[in-house]
Nanobody, 125 residues
Framework: QVQLVESGGGLVQSGGSLRLSCAASGSIFNFDDMGWYRQAPGEERELVAAITSGGRTNYGNSVKGRFTISKGYAKNTVYLQLNSLKPEDTAVYYC???????????????????WGQGTQVTVSS
């Protein structure tokens, strides 16, 4: 059974930094991509950043230039460096991992998503 375990959240002042970590266990394969999403109270879950197995990255518009996603040396690990934090970055941050399966040669891919339990990031003004 695949499990994603996040760590690194906490309380920080505006302008400060945090580093989130996510490690997957129980998987014998490499994920096609891993990333971070966040959800603030009353808001929908949104993409923060994602990275493919090939190293291609994608960021949400609100975090571009401030957050950096990277892969760890260990298999199926990912980090998120959060700099220049703002109060509006306050949310629960979730680690996500995805893997595409192809049920048959001509079948479109079926994506399996895995989620961590979330880690709270609170930025005070």
């Amino acid at each position: 059974q695949v499990q994603l375990v996040e760590s690194g959240g906490g309380l920080v002042q505006s302008g400060g930094s945090l580093r989130l970590s996510c490690a997957a266990s129980g998987s014998i394969f490499n994920f096609d991509d891993m990333g971070w999403y966040r959800q603030a109270p009353g808001e929908e879950r949104e993409l923060v950043a994602a990275i493919t197995s090939g190293g291609r990255t994608n960021y949400g518009n609100s975090v571009k230039g401030r957050f950096t996603i990277s892969k760890g040396y260990a298999k199926n690990t990912v980090y998120l460096q959060l700099n220049s934090l703002k109060p509006e970055d306050t949310a629960v941050y979730y680690c996500n991992a995805g893997r595409n399966r192809y049920p048959c040669i001509e079948c479109p891919p079926v994506r399996n998503d895995y989620w961590g339990q979330g880690t709270q990031v609170t930025v005070s003004s």
